[in-house]
């Protein structure tokens, strides 16, 4: 009996975690190297990561995408 009550537990948390997912990224401001620029910044290739980043201005430390 406990086991189908975790299984379910577990189920559930499951569930929640990923109708969750798709919220999280449409958080996710969608940053171009056009918004970037406007927004006083500029874009930069950060090696460690992979990604290009707006450097300064209104969207800096963002992602550029």
């Not at 299984?7 to 798709?22: E, K, N, Q, R, Y």
């Not at 190297?33 to 969207?59: M, N, R």
């Amino acid at each position: 009996m406990r086991r189908r009550v975790l299984g379910f537990i577990a189920a559930v948390i499951l569930a929640v975690l990923g109708a969750m997912s798709p919220a999280a990224q449409a958080a996710v401001s969608d940053v171009d190297v056009e918004t970037c620029t406007k927004g006083g910044g500029t874009s930069e290739y950060e090696s460690a990561t992979g990604l290009w980043t707006c450097i300064d201005g209104k969207h800096n430390g963002e992602p550029i995408k």
